[in-house]
């Protein structure tokens, strides 16, 4: 996968729909499995995120996600 079409998934962290937002993040360590150059540009994206755009409902679902996420990379 190269850096410009990463560059554009990492963009679906914050995506307007919370949804797509969540299913965004679930697949990331996966591309970090398999690709594990771009594990830092992923990790540094998922920290960077602001979630304060999603309503208070969504918030805590999208912030679990990130973190379990991380985990799942950084393991």
Do not use: F
Request: aromatic share 4%.
């Amino acid at each position: 996968m190269s850096l410009w079409i990463i560059d554009g998934y990492l963009e679906h962290i914050t995506d307007e729909k919370p949804i797509c937002a969540r299913q965004c993040i679930k697949l990331l360590p996966l591309i970090a499995a398999a690709k594990p150059t771009l594990a830092p540009k992923i990790v540094s994206a998922l920290r960077d995120a602001n979630v304060a755009r999603y309503p208070d409902s969504m918030r805590p679902l999208v912030q679990k996600d990130i973190r379990d996420s991380l985990l799942a990379i950084e393991r």
